[in-house]
């Protein structure tokens, strides 16, 4: 495998409450911790990017967060947890982690949680700035705009990032089975894995693939 440095974006929905339960299974902690399995896989002892999209205060919002292994716990208590989620009737609130100030927790608001924005603003960045080759980790979790997102990623230029989507196959649209984007067809730089077993060498493995060459 290469020695060049390999960057590692993780991008999660805020659109339920379990998934702010950071010792659940499928939680965003447990995917942070996970992700940066992977980017230690490539890169050893190196952090991670990892967006979080949702609705903010006035439209669709996308955080921008940074994750090092030296700081699990205080991402996790910031960005990862919800302290005022089911907080009990007249009980005083306590002070809000940074995910409650930057997003609309409604309820209305979780349920209509899109991802369009957060490919959008990674496209973006990589083609302003280029740099190593990138494997975006994305969550999708039903409202996938799966041909929204294809369209763009299509279109774009970029060339030294691989998507490797996730998601569970009862939820997901089926544009992404249909098209064979799972299986790399679609886009050799875009993969999709069905969420029955989530593993590091699983989630790495269609990145490895189209990286070797590059590497070589």
Partial sequence: MSTETVRVVLVAPISQERYFIPRRK???AWYAERSLAV??????GAGIEILLYGSGHDGPAVARTELQPQ???SWVQEWATRPNMRRRLLADAVPRSRVEEFFDL??????????LPAAELIVKQVEAAGGAPTLVIFWLDGRSQAREILEVLHASRVEN???QFFGDESVIDSLWREEKVHKGQFLPHVSFHFNT????????????????????
């Fill in 26 to 28: 499928r939680s965003i």
């Fill in 39 to 44: 980017a230690d896989r490539f890169t050893p």
């Fill in 71 to 73: 700081s699990r716990a």
């Fill in 106 to 115: 409604t309820h209305e608001s979780l349920i209509r949680s899109k991802p």
């Fill in 161 to 163: 990032v691989f998507w």
């Fill in 197 to 216: 077993s989530w593993s590091v060498r699983k989630i790495s493995k269609a990145f490895s693939r189209w990286h070797a060459p590059r590497g070589a």
